[in-house]
T-cell receptor, first 110, second 114 residues
């Protein structure tokens, strides 16, 4: 079993939809949780960062962490075609080593 | 402020050839990383350097060597390239050791080994 599981998709939604992206993990030591966005043929860029459990909101993006269920989510409200990208979850127990999910490819259709 | 830069952007090698991928960051970060990204495998850590003067193996270090030249630069060397090393290589850096592991990535190097 991988430490971090993420459905690779692809996920296709119409413009304006609410998108839910998820990851599960098995390492209970993880306490730093991140979401990266990667456009085609580009490097990943940090989108959201949360520490421990709870929610964090930034504009149209909301990150949720449920440590009791070992489950994290990224919600995108009012999705736009420019949100079409691959979204990678990432998590760490500290000490600089980060474990990434394989990424979910999202397509927002105009 | 360029962030993380990588050279070259593209490279084609023949089996057995060697090459060095260069990475530099201008964010005064302590830690730097080399990853490879393959379809269905995600990002896999090859080597990392927690601080200037130190390097450690990651998940897939075989066939690679690294040098942390100074605080800004971290290079990845393939001594004898193999087709299995065809991949996209990303360099990353992070700043506050032990507190946050948010990493900032370069644009990548697309390597094909024939």
């Amino acid at each position: 079993q991988k430490e971090v599981e993420q459905d690779p998709g692809p996920l296709s939604v119409p413009e304006g939809a609410i998108v839910s992206l998820n990851c599960t993990y098995s390492n209970s030591a993880f306490q730093y949780f991140m979401w990266y966005r990667q456009y085609s043929r580009k490097g990943p860029e940090l989108l959201m960062y949360t520490y421990s459990s709870g929610n964090k909101e930034d504009g149209r993006f909301t990150a949720q962490v449920d440590k009791s269920s070992k489950y994290i989510s990224l919600f995108i409200r009012d999705s736009q075609p420019s949100d079409s990208a691959t979204y990678l979850c990432a998590m760490s127990a500290g000490y600089q080593k980060v474990t990434f999910g394989i990424g979910t490819k999202l397509q927002v259709i105009p | 402020n360029a962030g993380v830069t990588q050279t070259p952007k593209f490279q084609v090698l023949k089996t057995g050839q060697s090459m060095t991928l260069q990475c530099a960051q201008d964010m005064n970060h302590n830690s730097m990383y080399w990853y490879r990204q393959d379809p269905g495998m995600g990002l896999r850590l090859i080597y990392y350097s927690a601080s200037e003067g130190t390097t450690d193996k990651g998940e897939v270090p075989n066939g690679y060597n690294v040098s942390r030249l100074n605080k800004r630069e971290f290079s990845l060397r393939l001594e004898s390239a193999a087709p299995s090393q065809t991949s996209v290589y990303f360099c990353a850096s992070s700043g506050l050791a032990g507190y946050t592991d948010t990493q900032y990535f370069g644009p990548g190097t697309r390597l094909t080994v024939l």
